[in-house]
Structure formats: structure tokens, C-alpha cells
T-cell receptor, first 112, second 116 residues
Framework: AQSVTQLDSHVSVSEGTPVLLRCNYSSSYSPSLFWYVQHPNKGLQLLLKYTSAATLVKGINGFEAEFKKSETSFHLTKPSAHMSDAAEYFCVVSDNDYKLSFGAGTTVTVRA | NAGVTQTPKFQVLKTGQSMTLQCAQDMNHEYMSWYRQDPGMGLRLIHYSVGAGITDQGEVPNGYNVSRSTTEDFPLRLLSAAPSQTSVYFC???????????????FGEGSRLTVL
């Protein structure tokens, strides 16, 4: 069985400061891991994905995530937050079947 | 390029009424799915399909039916709506047919359903 825990339900940062969103996963296999972003009243959009290649994954809009198998973590970071980064972020795990497991989400607020 | 289109965007139902949420994609994706999103719970899979004529249950299938007669369309039916089905529903598709491990899901913009 697979599952995801997002350790923070809400993160607030100042514009221009780093962003860290924490995600731990549980999987019986070598998982694929994803981060999706959802802006208000919109559908979800893929930020980045890990599929057993390089452990440091770069995504869109300056985001990146590092897969750490020993810590079962896949934390998302961005060096400098922008106002447009205010959104909800979901960590997602797949055991390579047809079912994805979503975390509960982390809401990011960016202060001017 | 329309992507994934969901209709309606908003719907209010009374308990016991039935309705169908429509989902269409124009990307020739084999995989389509329905999720519901509730506060603090992320997205939960209701039903999915890996091709025309093939459907399967997800995590929370009770109270919902689906069918897949064409590659493009994947409607979700609520047979007798209950207040517990008040939620935001998302349809998503992917071109991956051999498992979603490397595939990207493309989402519609959601359908907000309220059951009174």
C-alpha cells in the first residue's frame, strides 16, 4: 500500500525568501513521486516528477525536489518565493499501477 | 487545445436527485479518472478507466457509477445524491496505459457540487 504525509498544512513566506514544503511517503515498491500545484478555482498542474532517475528533480517555475530513499522523503523547495507561488501544493505517490495517492495538501501564502 | 473539459462547473442538487458530471478530453488519452477533493483530505480516486469499455473502482466508489463508451468521454453518475457527496470533482486523463508511474495527469478545472 502507498501513502503520503505532507507535514505542513500551511506555510507562509515573505516574497524573495526560500520555500520548503515537506513530504514523506510510504510505498511497498520503488515509487514514482510527483508534486502538483493548484491555484484557486483551477485544476491541478504537474510541477515535477521523480521516476527513479536523478534524485534531484527540477521542475517548472524554479521549483525542485530531492528524493531521499533512506528518509522516505520528497521535499519541495524554491530559492526565492514569488507572489504567483501562492497556491495549494500536493505531494503524490504512485506504486506504478493505475492509482495515485495524494497528500492532504499544503497551502502556501506569500507575503509582500 | 481544450485539454480536459468538465461540465457543469457548478451544480446544486436535492438529496435523492440524480445527475451526471461530464468529462471530455481531446488528447487521445487512454487513461481517465474521477477524483473528489474535500478540505484537508487531498484528492481521492472514485473510478478510473484504462480504455473504452474498461472501468475499475478507486478508493471511494460507493454512490457513483461510470462508463467509457468512447476514448474521449468519461461521465460520472450520481444515482441518488447525498449530502456526503458535496465536494469538488475533478476529471483527469493521461496518455500512459501501462501504469501511471511515469505519466502526467492532466486535470479539468473541476465541478463544484452541493447536495442539500
Amino acid at each position: 500500500a502507498q501513502s503520503v504525509t505532507q507535514l505542513d498544512s500551511h506555510v507562509s513566506v515573505s516574497e524573495g525568501t526560500p520555500v520548503l514544503l515537506r513530504c514523506n511517503y510510504s510505498s511497498s515498491y520503488s515509487p514514482s513521486l510527483f508534486w502538483y500545484v493548484q491555484h484557486p478555482n483551477k485544476g491541478l498542474q504537474l510541477l515535477l516528477k521523480y521516476t527513479s532517475a536523478a534524485t534531484l528533480v527540477k521542475g517548472i517555475n524554479g521549483f525542485e525536489a530531492e528524493f531521499k530513499k533512506s528518509e522516505t522523503s520528497f521535499h519541495l523547495t524554491k530559492p526565492s518565493a514569488h507572489m504567483s507561488d501562492a497556491a495549494e501544493y500536493f505531494c503524490v505517490v504512485s506504486d506504478n499501477d493505475y492509482k495515485l495517492s495524494f497528500g492532504a495538501g499544503t497551502t502556501v501564502t506569500v507575503r509582500a | 487545445n481544450a485539454g480536459v473539459t468538465q461540465t457543469p462547473k457548478f451544480q446544486v442538487l436535492k438529496t435523492g436527485q440524480s445527475m451526471t458530471l461530464q468529462c471530455a478530453q481531446d488528447m487521445n488519452h487512454e487513461y481517465m479518472s474521477w477524483y473528489r477533493q474535500d478540505p484537508g483530505m487531498g484528492l481521492r480516486l472514485i473510478h478510473y478507466s484504462v480504455g473504452a469499455g474498461i472501468t475499475d473502482q478507486g478508493e471511494v466508489p460507493n454512490g457513483y457509477n461510470v462508463s467509457r463508451s468512447t476514448t474521449e468521454d468519461f461521465p460520472l453518475r450520481l444515482l441518488s445524491a447525498a449530502p456526503s457527496q458535496t465536494s469538488v470533482y475533478f476529471c483527469a486523463s493521461s496518455r500512459t496505459s501501462g501504469g501511471l508511474g511515469t505519466g502526467e495527469l492532466f486535470f479539468g478545472e473541476g465541478s463544484r457540487l452541493t447536495v442539500l
